[in-house]
């Protein structure tokens, strides 16, 4: 257990620095930030055609599931920040598919803007609280960034609100229990997460069938509430393939690795979509034991300074 909150700890504090330089590229706090080992000037010397892949943290692992489906593909990548950077702008300029979860309205502004012959390719975020309900992101009233505790940005809906009115610690985990799940609606989250991701994929150019029935024997497939794993990337991958495959098909030299990429496993006909939030219902199971160390429940106050319920 303490290997993996060690784990959770690091991966949060690199997503922070990403995310604080990125903010600051895009409110002008910062000209430039560290640049990932791709170059500006984007050159192909082998002739392949070019897919630039432009998200947020579920960018790196597009870019290498797909560079691994269409190896007659030049895959590179990009991070969304918000707006429009020089960077951005050379790399889609001549690009030759761009895949993005960026707003359409911003995808296609940037396409216009720098003349791109980019087919475009839109890909929803993936935001899925079901297996998360007690998580919660606490912004702050400066508007400037998020209440950071002892997981980052990252609370419990229940410690957090417990803490705010002064509720002990022993009370605050008595409320970790079946009843007090159901009974403040953690039940209802996964229909609520199917119905979030149902309205990202409805703004995409991806199925959301195609992408929850694959995932849903695999277990938990988010590592938070934000953040992916690696096999739901991949089978998000998976939908932009068979998109590629109409819009940007592979050329004979590539297209056999191409289409054995996808896997035939995955060539299948799925539910009707309006089933999808009945194919699972989360039922409260018995609450795991629950560490009452004070430290584990020490959040960092708006203020600054730590404090204890």
Not at 103 to 114: F, G, L, Q, V
Not at 251 to 265: D, H, N, Q
Request: charged content about 20%; aromatic content about 6%.
């Amino acid at each position: 257990m303490a290997t993996g909150g060690r784990a959770l700890t690091e991966h949060l504090r690199g997503a922070r620095l990403r995310a604080r330089d990125a903010w600051r590229v895009a409110s002008g706090a910062a000209t430039a930030v560290a640049a990932p080992s791709m170059p500006t000037q984007w050159t192909s010397p082998s002739g392949r055609r070019r897919l630039l892949v432009v998200s947020n943290c579920q960018t790196a692992g597009l870019t290498a599931a797909l560079a691994a489906m269409r190896p007659d593909l030049d895959v590179r990548r990009d991070i969304w920040t918000g707006g429009p950077t020089p960077r951005l702008d050379a790399m889609l300029a001549t690009a030759d598919a761009l895949v993005t979860s960026m707003p359409e309205s911003d995808a296609r502004a940037a396409i216009e803007r720098t003349a791109s012959p980019a087919t475009l390719i839109r890909v929803p975020q993936i935001n899925f609280r079901g297996f998360h309900p007690d998580i919660t992101h606490v912004p702050l009233a400066t508007g400037d960034g998020e209440l950071f505790g002892i997981a980052r940005a990252y609370h419990s809906r229940l410690v957090l609100w417990g803490w705010r009115r002064g509720a002990t610690r022993d009370r605050i985990l008595g409320w970790f229990e079946p009843d007090a799940l159901g009974a403040v609606g953690y039940g209802e989250a996964w229909n609520a997460a199917v119905e979030l991701m149902r309205q990202a994929t409805a703004e995409s150019d991806l199925d959301l069938g195609d992408w929850l029935l694959a995932l849903l024997g695999r277990g938990v497939f988010m590592h938070t509430d934000n953040h992916p794993r690696i096999d739901a990337i991949v089978q998000l991958a998976r939908g932009v393939a068979r998109v590629l495959a109409e819009r940007v098909p592979a050329e004979a030299s590539g297209a056999a690795g191409a289409a054995g990429a996808i896997g035939p496993s995955e060539r299948r006909s799925v539910a009707p979509i309006d089933s999808l939030p009945l194919l699972v219902r989360w039922t409260p199971q018995p609450a795991m034991p629950i560490s009452t160390s004070p430290r584990r429940m020490r959040l960092k106050s708006p203020h600054g300074a730590s404090s204890e319920p």
